[in-house]
């Protein structure tokens, strides 16, 4: 479906009640779906999301010249030859990640020609940590017409020691380094995220040879080929994070399945300290949320891996706006990330950001219309509005089906009454007179 010009039109104030399973994680398939083109065999997704970021990311793939086939939930990807390393802006302008396609590229062909990505604006994400990282290790690097030409001369040898972590550096470096007899690079300071672990993973089952991911060193010594294979991404983290979050703003009782709880304890932690309930079970890898009690605010952090994401940063604090007491809200990895907060201001939220440091005084909600202009952000405002007392809208659903597959089904499953309709629908917002 396509998502422009489309809104959500929820009614709130109904407790989230059932079971959900976990989708494959977005942040994980992503360069997993990268990691394909370093092998001339077929590589198989297991349960892929599907989401726009997958399918942009398709196209891009497609365009070098592998091949990309949905079979049900599973996706086939097979890059038997590359005849083209050029990644157009009108590709990758559609999503940050595809920057890591230039470690993949380097990996296959030993050259890359990739523009400045897009992906969600709220704030400055330079890629100028990846650009240096290369550059240590003997990359050559130049610019031209806002694209980054990059190409390897010899077996890529040495350091790479990242100023502050970076996902999406890592995960280049890695790429780049793991195909190709003679490479043989330490990344000191590499990111910590379970994405990262998951990447090492696969690549290690098709062959490869890295060892130390999830830890601040990732030692990669290069292999002379990769093999296909068939691969299950790791559960999505941030997708089970918000439905904790909404869970707990409308004050239901949810069982989440198919969940990493290892990959939340930051989360669990932060939501049991204001008063949700719950139980873990790691034998069926599921966890039970109540949030029938006494709920108090609590103040929060984002910061990276192993605390809590900055991807659940937007969604917490609409929870929190419906917690009585003070909350403050920071962000380390984003500071900038706060365009839910004026949207959220339209429910009734009573949040002020002070510079960099948002401070939210619990209060009942009301319905609104509201504007997602990022993926999170619009996680945060279907939080908020699925607490609401009343109706809401809620516009940029193209920006929400980057990192939310099938939401409004998915939640309807739990009890909301939601719909996705044209926005030239005409609703009554004030009587509710749109269906579920």
Known sequence: MKNHNQAFYISGGI???????????????????????????A?????????????????????????SEWQDDELLLHAESIHNHHAPYHLVSKLRASFVAMGALLGRCGEARISMPGGCAFGPRPVDRHIKAFRQLGVEISEDGGDFLARIHGPLKGH??????????????????????????????????????????????????????????IHIKGVKRLKGIRYRPIADRIEAGTLML????????????????????????????SGVIIQEDLASRSLNLDARGDLKAVSITAVEYPGLATD?????????????????????????????????????????????????????????EMHASDIRAGGALVTAALAAQGNSLISGVEY??????????????LGAVISQESLDYQPNLATGTFGG
């Open 15 to 41: 407790p989230l009640e059932g079971e959900i399973h976990v989708h494959s994680a977005k942040n994980a398939t992503l360069p997993l779906i990268l990691a394909s083109l370093l092998t001339d065999e």
């Open 43 to 67: 590589v198989m997704i297991e349960k892929a999301p599907k989401l726009s970021d997958v399918y942009a990311l398709c196209s891009l793939l497609e365009h070098f010249g592998a091949k």
């Open 160 to 217: 790479v020691v990242f100023e502050a972590p970076t996902v999406g550096g890592t995960q280049n470096i890695i790429l780049a380094s793991v195909l190709g007899e003679g490479n043989e690079v330490l990344i000191e300071h590499a990111a910590l995220e379970p994405e990262i672990i998951d990447l090492a993973d696969m690549l290690n089952a098709m062959g490869a040879d890295i060892s130390g991911a999830g830890t601040s060193q």
């Open 246 to 273: 909404m869970t707990a703003a409308t004050r239901g009782r949810v069982w989440l399945r198919d969940v990493k709880i290892e990959h939340l304890s930051a989360i669990i932690s932060k939501l049991r300290e």
């Open 312 to 368: 659940v940063q937007a969604p917490f604090g609409a929870y929190l706006a419906t917690v009585e007491g003070v909350s403050v809200v920071t962000d380390k990895v984003y500071p900038d990330r706060f365009t839910h907060v004026d949207e959220l201001s339209r429910a009734g939220a009573q949040m002020k950001l002070y510079e960099r440091t948002l401070v939210i005084r619990g209060t009942k909600l009301h319905g609104a």
């Open 400 to 413: 929400i089906a980057r990192g939310y597959e099938a939401l409004p089904e998915r939640l309807r499953a």
